[in-house]
């Protein structure tokens, strides 16, 4: 039993709504945070709000620290020089400040602690370089900006992130977060860019491979980064809208509007919020069978520090929360991972649905403070994060410039409508309550590596 009547099954299996949305954020191009783009793709979100008759649809308005990025350059010399402007091979990092510096290149690999304990001595002074990759014997995902925090603490005067995804694609990504703007300049490379870097200074310390790239043994590579950019206050917005009784209480469902401006955002994440508009549409058809009220809401700006998400968190009374529902990256594929965050209800919910579609289904109970989910997680209020598998490593196609329509399937879109509005309605039905959890309890169960994460970020919003 689906507990979604048939027609509406059947509608969202059909549907063009939630795509042609889709199609028209990517179409935007530009939406970084705080930019007339974000605001364009807030504004279309609030049409396609209103066109499926969802009620109170509008936009609200919020300050930010906002960024703007330049012109970027990375050069090389030594054995071997080479210059880098072009954007597919070089850009800067979000929360980055402006600077010049020219310093030897000294590899981290994939920047863990043991590897940045090695490199301790030959840091002070230096160019840091980390992967974007993640051992696999890792239990979790090592954020960028924990990467840049370590190379700026041990005394680098620059640090630059390489892509682990080939293609031409420099990774991009906030490293400032809630302490902007950073401490030093810092860039993202293409692969291929850092591939060579990385032979270069592998060959300075006696490692060399005999590719012919000229180094010889003991000559490091200097490397000179050249940044622009400016951090400045500026304001973001989130689309709003509801559907369903008018209860105190609401179920949110949410996704971010934002993207990177180097990306489409396609996958992440104008999938998220076309899922909204589309959930919130189907669940329109239904509407008198739901007991609590939903609240649609795109995010602003959270790819630089989940503002928008904060915004929403800090400005509503936690007992008017009943649950959350976080949407980005959920256009990948057709199989649906939800990070549960602990909250047992949620996972049995979706579990429920999963179920009922003989859909495939991967849950996480780790407490994550990556993604919008986190406001609201770190206040003991339930909230999970639905996106996505794919083989792909790590962000995959996220966060460059290859995150564009033509890697998503209208056919996954419909998919996950499908999912996520069988799960809000249940949680919009009265048949599941959540149970919200005291603060010091989320302290308390949150993994140590993330407790080390967010306190490097200026996040951490407990005391001690």
């Not at 609030?46 to 066109?51: D, G, I, L, M, W």
């Not at 770190?378 to 083989?391: F, K, N, R």
């Amino acid at each position: 039993m689906t507990e979604l009547p048939d027609r509406v099954v059947g509608d969202a299996r059909t549907s063009d709504f939630g795509w042609d949305l889709l199609t028209d954020l990517t179409d935007i191009g530009n939406r970084m945070a705080g930019s007339t783009g974000e605001r364009r793709g807030a504004e279309r979100v609030v049409e396609a709000f209103e066109e499926a008759g969802l009620r109170n649809a509008g936009l609200d308005e919020f300050e930010i620290p906002g960024w703007w990025r330049g012109e970027s350059s990375l050069s090389v010399s030594g054995p071997v020089e080479r210059h880098h402007e072009s954007s597919h091979e070089v850009i800067a990092l979000p929360g980055t400040p402006s600077g010049e510096v020219t310093a030897p290149l000294v590899d981290v690999g994939d920047g863990t602690d043991e590897e940045f304990a090695a490199a301790e001595d030959e840091l002070e002074g230096a160019v840091a370089m980390a992967s974007s990759r993640t051992p696999e014997s890792r239990d979790r995902w090592i954020h960028r900006m924990e990467k840049y925090v370590a190379a700026a603490e041990r005394g680098a005067v620059g640090f630059v992130f390489r892509n682990h995804i080939e293609g031409a694609l420099p990774p991009t990504g906030e490293i400032g977060y809630h302490n902007r703007p950073g401490p030093i300049p810092a860039v993202g490379v293409s692969k291929e860019v850092g591939d060579r870097l990385s032979r270069l200074a592998a060959a300075a310390e006696g490692g060399g491979d005999g590719s012919g790239d000229g180094a010889a043994d003991g000559d490091r590579p200097t490397v000179s980064l050249d940044v622009d950019c400016r951090n400045e206050p500026t304001t973001s917005v989130n689309a709003v809208a509801e559907v369903g009784p008018d209860t105190d209480e609401a179920v949110y469902l949410t996704a971010h509007v934002d993207a990177h401006d180097v990306s489409d955002g396609a996958n992440d994440n104008g999938a998220g919020s076309a899922l909204v508009a589309e959930v919130g549409r189907l669940l329109a058809t239904v509407e008198d069978d739901l007991d609590t009220r939903v609240r649609l809401v795109t995010f602003g700006s959270e790819e630089i520090g989940l503002w928008g998400a904060y915004h929403t968190a800090e400005t509503t009374p936690e007992e008017e929360i009943a649950c959350v529902v976080n949407l980005d990256g959920a256009c990948s594929s057709r199989n649906l991972r939800v990070g549960t965050n602990g909250f047992e209800e949620m996972r049995s919910t979706f579990e429920a649905v999963a179920d009922a579609f003989d859909a495939p289904l991967e849950t996480g109970e780790t407490i994550s403070p990556h993604g919008d989910q986190w406001a609201f997680v770190q206040e003991g209020i339930p909230a999970v994060m639905a996106s996505t598998t794919s083989d792909q490593s790590g962000r995959g196609w996220g966060h460059t410039h290859a995150d564009t329509l033509d890697k998503l399937d209208s056919r996954d879109l419909r998919e996950m409508a499908t999912l996520v509005t069988a799960a809000v309605s249940r949680f919009a039905t009265g048949g599941v309550e959540a149970e919200h959890r005291s603060r010091e309890s989320i302290r308390d169960a949150i993994d140590e590596g993330y407790v080390e994460e967010l306190k490097t970020g200026g996040r951490w919003p407990y005391d001690g």
